[in-house]
């Protein structure tokens, strides 16, 4: 069920940058992987460090990475980007 409501915002994130870019709304998605946060430190160390080793960078995401794509994203250097889903995880492997 997780992975269906990760599909279902990604699908929406789609529709809504479609429909509301008449109005000049543009609405983009954003996947971090694991992020240094409280969530992160409560997980189990071994499945913590299974996931973190996935990334090519071989670190957890900083909380302030995710907020420098979205301070990045509000800005108008990013005007013509709309309906992505930006994936912020240092590289994965499959």
């Known amino acids: 069920s997780y992975g269906c409501s990760k599909t279902a915002l990604m699908h929406a994130t789609k529709i809504m940058a479609n429909e509301f870019s008449n109005y000049n709304i543009r609405v983009n998605g954003i996947c971090p992987s694991a992020t240094n946060t409280k969530m992160l430190k409560k997980m189990d ?4 460090n299974e996931l973190i080793s996935k990334s090519f960078m071989k670190r957890a995401c900083e909380p302030i990475e995710v907020a420098n794509l979205i301070l990045f ?3 108008k250097n990013s005007q013509y980007i709309n309906g992505q889903i ?9």
Do not use: A
């Open 45 to 48: 160390p071994r499945s913590r």
């Open 86 to 94: 930006i994936y912020l995880d240092g590289g994965m492997e499959c």
């Open 73 to 75: 994203l509000s800005s």
